[in-house]
């Protein structure tokens, strides 16, 4: 007898480890939540509802029902159990790494650090304590070079300085000391902390022996700050004191787009010279939160069809962020006893 013997497609195969963290990646995206899962936690009443909800979703269950009492939860409770969430899915897929793709590390826990300082800085003066930013400290901190805790005990500027003098963000806040009693100039301070991260980040990326993987960690990065870019000078423009040289002054570096094509969005969004480029109309186009949304279709893409570990744990972890941000978004409509239909204008999904 003749057997006809069918020849396999070729795959690309990953070494053991790489290639567990890209199918654990790929397979906790699949147990993401729905548009049906939003839709049903935003008719919850009651924020303890809303726990309750996240409670019965296996996804969220093994963090949920650490808590005894889910049904009493408040909306900071909640945000803390959903960072415990993505420290724990973090740590997971970073066992696969095998200490390759620092370069998300650093990405996850910068993000955090510059999230962190900008919010004490900007309370410095007020006669409230931010007790949520006891609450909202995460596993991610351990990884800090800042004394969190110290951060967030913070009164005065000297406080942050203290906190942070171990970390590389120590220089950056010297040079922003405020001087005769005014106030810190927090924009400029956050695009200078940013460029710092970003510096680094683009020579992590450089280093790497792949060229491909080199390719799709920079496209991910420069729609990232493309986009931060394109909403800043939207944002700044409608400020009658905010001239082009001063919107300048507060764009990230490394971005695709040129000066002189955002200095055109800063006179008119709606110039020729604008619009007649791809990226900048889609950009335009996506409205509130472009960041978000066109890092997320960037993830998608990679998340499903790339062969480098790392990349995948990146559009996973980023695509986590954006699950949860929008969970709080929920709640916190909730919260303010917004109808379903509002609140679901306020979030990202895949529809």
Not at 88 to 105: I, P, S
Not at 117 to 143: P, Q, T, Y
Not at 322 to 347: F, K, Q, T, W
């Amino acid at each position: 007898m003749n057997f006809k013997i069918k020849k396999n497609k070729k795959r690309i195969m990953l070494p053991g480890c790489e290639g567990a963290a890209a199918a654990k990646a790929r397979c906790m995206y699949g147990d993401r939540f729905s548009t049906s899962d939003y839709t049903q936690l935003s008719m919850c009443a009651t924020v303890g509802e809303a726990a309750s909800y996240l409670n019965s979703k296996k996804r969220y269950a093994s963090v949920m029902s650490s808590e005894k009492a889910v049904s009493g939860m408040h909306r900071e409770q909640i945000e803390y159990m959903l960072e415990k969430r993505k420290y724990g899915d973090y740590k997971k897929l970073a066992l696969y790494l095998k200490g390759r793709g620092e370069y998300v590390k650093r990405f996850l826990c910068a993000k955090r650090e510059a999230s962190l300082l900008i919010r004490a800085v900007s309370r410095l003066g007020l006669d409230f304590k931010d007790e949520s930013f006891h609450i909202l400290m995460s596993d991610f901190d351990k990884e800090s070079k800042i004394r969190i805790s110290e951060l967030s005990d913070a009164r005065c500027y000297d406080d942050i300085l203290k906190a942070s003098e171990f970390s590389e963000y120590y220089g950056i806040l010297l040079k922003y000391v405020p001087k005769d009693g005014r106030y810190v100039d927090v924009v400029h301070l956050e695009a200078d902390i940013w460029n710092m991260i970003l510096d680094s980040l683009s020579d992590m990326v450089s280093s790497l022996s792949s060229k491909e993987e080199q390719r799709q960690a920079r496209d991910f990065f420069k729609t990232y700050i493309d986009a931060r870019n394109i909403a800043t000078a939207q944002r700044l423009k409608k400020y009658p004191d905010a001239d082009s040289e001063y919107i300048s002054s507060l764009l990230l570096l490394h971005g695709t787009v040129s000066l002189k094509k955002l200095h055109s969005i800063i006179e008119d969004a709606d110039s020729a010279e604008a619009l007649k480029d791809k990226k900048i109309a889609k950009i335009l186009n996506s409205g509130a939160d472009a960041e978000l949304r066109l890092c997320a279709e960037k993830c998608r893409k990679y998340i499903r069809c790339s062969t480098y570990p790392a990349i995948t744990v990146l559009c996973y972890m980023y695509l986590l962020e954006l699950e949860l941000g929008n969970i709080v978004r929920i709640v916190e409509g909730i919260r303010y006893s917004l109808n379903p239909d509002a609140i679901m204008s306020m979030i990202i999904t895949e529809d």
